[in-house]
């Protein structure tokens, strides 16, 4: 599922051998990070990533979502809505000074889910792809 998640975001997405051999398991080994199934009607249609972070510089931590997925066929049911304000309260548990994620560009539909449930645009991210290495 979590490979559908990435192809929908990318549909060139190939995960690499480090992203087979300990994607999941650095997640289920971070004790502060948490992954959860979405059921609905005894099927798993989603999961959603979320835990909280310490500051870089100064002694407050945040939460963050890192991945939000519903399948396809199971959006616009109000799945994604009901799960995200689960999550929320459980990182507000941490008292964290904010929660934050991340939407990848051109996605209205998830943009839209957020700024519904009160998330603002703080930044724009710009990223830089590593270069190729020629090989030989």
Known sequence: MA???FRGL???FTPASDW????FENILGNRDCSLRWIVSSGQRVGFVLYG???HRFL???SGAIYELYIVPEQRRKGIARACVEM???ELQKSSPSKIQLEVGEGNRAAAALWKSLGFQKASERLVLAA???ATE
Do not use: D, M
């Open 20 to 23: 087979r051999a300990s994607y």
């Open 52 to 54: 909280v972070e310490e």
């Open 131 to 133: 270069r190729q290495r």
């Open 3 to 5: 490979e559908q998640h």
């Open 59 to 61: 002694p407050r931590k």
């Open 10 to 12: 990318n549909p060139e």
């Open 87 to 89: 999550v929320i309260t």
